[in-house]
């Protein structure tokens, strides 16, 4: 009995684990959504959340088009330096 109540224990504590783990991810997650926000209003001068949801929604198709064209410009050079494929011989 005492090795399955170890086990149980065991068990126990890596939920507790689990349990802080996802509490600390959640203050990670939240805490870098503050900072991201609050740098974005200060560089951009704007004080009110309206206004800034307002030009986010307005640079948003601007800022994806430029991600992938980014990402696009990435798999190219990888490509180039790693060529899936390389001639047999």
Same mark, same amino acid.
């Given at each position: 009995?005492?090795v399955?109540q170890?086990t /149980?224990e065991?068990i126990? &504590?890596? *939920?507790?684990?689990?349990?802080?783990?996802?509490?600390?991810?959640?203050?990670i997650? #939240?805490?870098?959504?503050?900072?991201i926000g /609050?740098?974005?209003?200060? &560089?951009? *001068?704007?004080?009110d959340?309206?206004e800034?949801k307002?030009?986010?929604d307005s640079? #948003?198709?601007?800022?994806?088009?430029?991600?992938?064209a980014s990402?696009?410009?990435?798999?190219?050079?990888?490509?180039?330096?790693?060529?899936?494929?390389?001639?047999?011989?």
């Amino acid at each position: 009995m005492l090795v399955k109540q170890n086990t /149980k224990e065991q068990i126990l &504590s890596i *939920e507790e684990q689990i349990k802080r783990l996802k509490e600390k991810q959640k203050r990670i997650l #939240n805490n870098t959504q503050r900072e991201i926000g /609050k740098y974005l209003m200060d &560089s951009w *001068e704007v004080e009110d959340v309206n206004e800034a949801k307002e030009l986010i929604d307005s640079f #948003n198709h601007q800022v994806k088009s430029l991600s992938e064209a980014s990402s696009s410009k990435e798999d190219d050079e990888e490509e180039k330096n790693f060529p899936q494929n390389p001639p047999k011989g």
